[in-house]
């Protein structure tokens, strides 16, 4: 995440003591925030902004039987492990990047364009990364990577050339389906979620009484708790039903 542009003036090794006294001196709440934003383990916060759910969240659907099972430690860890063994690497972005790469690019990114793209037989290209691609943006300083809250400035600077300005440098908008709307506002969305719901709650590994209150009232839950749910019931019974069905769209 971006930091602000005066950091850039303060010593790393100064940065929380500075900003510990300028929080108490101010009395302002933003500049404590950033101090201990900053004290954190990378891990830390790259798992704050990829997870789906935190962990309360997650583990609220689950059969309390199980909770011993569970490792909720397993990925923080995984993720603790990539940033340190990238610790030799002074450019923090790309301590970053390099953690993505070794998991939300192969496990969630890469895995989503692979299924959908076959499923409707077409062959997807990634010609981004080529691994003499990624060889070459590793070299590159974070500076000309992102300016702001802009990301990808070298690649948008290139496309601004033959494409303009403001197509170049556009808000970034994502692929993500209007899933919360469905919820609370269409009637079909919301009858298939609570059979589907409903049905899930008879599901041995998961709480009976979390998911039947999601059932009741899924509008009420994120979507993105909910659907994970309908999914999963979908997949434990999908050789009770007939194997043509497709899910809402």
Request: aromatic residues 8%; positive net charge; charged residues 25%.
């Amino acid at each position: 995440p971006a930091v602000p542009s005066f950091l850039k003036y303060i010593p790393a090794a100064l940065q929380n003591s500075v900003l510990k006294v300028a929080a108490k001196a101010t009395n302002k709440p933003g500049l404590e925030t950033l101090r201990k934003n900053l004290a954190l383990h990378p891990a830390v916060t790259f798992l704050s902004r990829t997870q789906v759910a935190d962990e309360q969240t997650a583990l609220s659907f689950i059969n309390p039987a199980l909770y011993k099972e569970i490792d909720t430690q397993r990925y923080a860890d995984r993720l603790r492990t990539l940033f340190d063994s990238r610790k030799a690497d002074t450019d923090p972005l790309n301590r970053v990047l390099y953690t993505d790469i070794k998991t939300t690019l192969v496990d969630e990114m890469l895995t989503k364009c692979d299924r959908m793209t076959m499923i409707n037989g077409i062959e997807g290209r990634v010609p981004f990364l080529d691994h003499r691609m990624v060889e070459l943006a590793f070299t590159v300083p974070h500076i000309y990577k992102r300016s702001g809250n802009t990301g990808k400035v070298v690649l948008r600077n290139i496309l601004a050339k033959k494409l303009g300005h403001d197509l170049a440098f556009r808000v970034k908008t994502g692929f993500n389906s209007p899933l919360q709307q469905w919820l609370a506002k269409d009637a079909k969305t919301i009858s298939f979620v609570k059979t589907q719901l409903n049905e899930a709650a008879t599901l041995p590994l998961l709480n009976k009484k979390s998911v039947g209150e999601c059932a009741q009232q899924p509008a009420a839950f994120s979507a993105t708790s909910v659907y994970p749910l309908v999914c999963l019931n979908h997949f434990c019974h999908r050789e009770d039903t007939d194997t043509d069905q497709q899910l809402p769209s």
